[in-house]
């Protein structure tokens, strides 16, 4: 699990390997992950995009930019929150997921905080 807290905005993530949408045998490993934003400070604000950097084992790296959240631009009251899930595929069996979510304060201040590193690892079994 992942947590950062930035601007009074915590963000909260669990991953999780899902063996039952993967192919190892084509080199696809897909991954859950399932963010949870809280809003710890008193003004209202709303998610407006996002940005992934998402690392496999091999440093191959690719970026993800886009509006909102699964098709959604939450508005998060003071003391509110928001979760969700998504997948990520990797061509390997490990790697990292890391970002930004662009937020917006009801007066108009847009800012970013923080996605924490968190790790994306297929369990291994020995026979």
Not at 99 to 104: D, E, I, K, L, P
Not at 106 to 111: H, N, T, Y
């Given at each position: 699990m992942s947590e950062?807290?930035?601007g009074h905005i915590r963000v909260e993530v669990m991953s999780r390997h899902s063996p039952e949408n993967s192919r190892p045998g084509q080199g696809e490993w897909v991954f859950q992950y399932t963010v949870r934003i809280t809003n710890l400070g008193t003004d209202t604000v709303q998610l407006l995009s996002r940005h992934?950097?998402?690392t496999?084992?091999?440093e191959h790296t690719e970026e993800?930019?886009?509006?909102g959240v699964v098709g959604e631009q939450p508005v998060l009251a003071p003391g509110g929150s928001f979760k969700y899930s998504s997948w990520c595929p990797?061509?390997?069996p490990t790697g990292m997921m890391r970002?930004?979510?662009?937020?917006?304060r009801?007066?108009?201040?847009?800012?970013d905080i923080e996605i924490a590193p968190f790790a994306l690892k297929a369990r291994y079994t020995v026979h």
């Open positions: 950062a807290v930035t992934w950097i998402i496999d084992a091999l993800v930019r886009g509006p990797l061509k390997t970002g930004t979510y662009q937020m917006v009801a007066g108009g201040e847009q800012f």
